[in-house]
């Protein structure tokens, strides 16, 4: 087998090209850096509290035990997920309840009590996803349950959160599905 060798100078020529090549590689890609005219600073929030809703003990419909997110409807009404009741809590925007639904249980319409996400169209639909039951359902707008799309796959899946799309024919996760 014969091979053949570049000569010096074509060698030499290819090692100072390629050192050309990185040093404007690395000046291109730099990040333009800008000054700001002064320091950062906290801003300051100034809310207008419009209703009150909620209280870990008593009887009444606003006893929550365990809320781990809310959501709104296009009304603008609040939709609470109680993970301890295995309840939705739906209130208006006077602060009123308006319903609540579901219970813990393995039926239709029924909650595991296990890590559930959940979503709110504005029309007031509703998507839960129930990790005990590895199982999406949905809910109409009157809290009446519609369906139940089981999942394949791992024993387990953990979906931290749902957003329902605003074209109102799907959810997405919005967390990192495990």
Known sequence: MHQRRLPPILGLAT???FAVCLATTSAV???EVVELPAEDRFLSADFEELYRVGSVVGGAWDT???VAAVDFDGAGNLYVPDDQT???TVVDLEGGLIRQFGRRGEGPGEFSGQAWAFSVWSDGR???YDAGKRAFMTFGADGGFNRQ???EGPTFISIPALQADPARISVVSTGEVE
């Open 86 to 88: 295995a309840q939705i």
């Open 29 to 31: 890609n730099a990040q």
């Open 149 to 151: 799309i089981p999942l």
């Open 15 to 17: 090692a100072v090209a």
């Open 126 to 128: 509703i998507a839960v």
């Open 64 to 66: 929550f035990g365990a």
